[in-house]
């Protein structure tokens, strides 16, 4: 079973950067697709960016597109979520998950996540 410890976030003013990371404990880490998501106060947790086993394959959330950029290091054992040209509305927790598919399009999540970490955007 993998377990995921999400670190990184912050409070960053608008434009900022930001880098998450998802460290998972357990040998099959490598043998995973990857999420990240996010849950703002008072809404659904909506998908964010996913990426394969190796890295060679990455899909993003539209509003996210050109600023996000998801990327794994497997001898590390960790997932990363870079995130450039924040705003406001990208306050909110963000979670990783392992081990879900992704098929035409969407990403379905499997019951492995992180505890989340808080990620706040001022104006």
């Known amino acids: 079973q993998v377990q995921l410890v999400e670190s990184g976030g912050g409070l960053v003013q608008a434009g900022g950067s930001l880098r998450l990371s998802c460290a998972a404990s357990?040998?099959?880490?490598?043998?995973?697709?990857m999420g990240w998501f996010r849950q703002a106060p008072g809404k659904e947790r909506e998908f964010v960016a996913y990426?394969?086993?190796?890295?060679?394959?990455?899909a993003y959330k539209d509003s996210v597109k050109g600023r996000f950029t998801i990327s794994r290091d497997n001898a590390k054992n960790t997932v990363y979520l870079q995130m450039n040209s924040l705003k406001p509305e990208d306050t909110a927790v963000y979670f990783c998950?392992?081990?879900?598919?992704?098929?035409?399009?969407?990403?379905?999540?499997?019951?492995?996540w992180g505890q989340g970490t808080q990620v706040t955007v001022s104006s």
């Open positions: 998950n392992a081990g879900g598919t992704y098929y035409s399009g969407s990403y379905r999540y499997s019951a492995t």
């Open positions: 357990g040998r099959t880490f490598s043998n995973y697709a």
């Open positions: 990426i394969n086993w190796s890295g060679g394959s990455t």
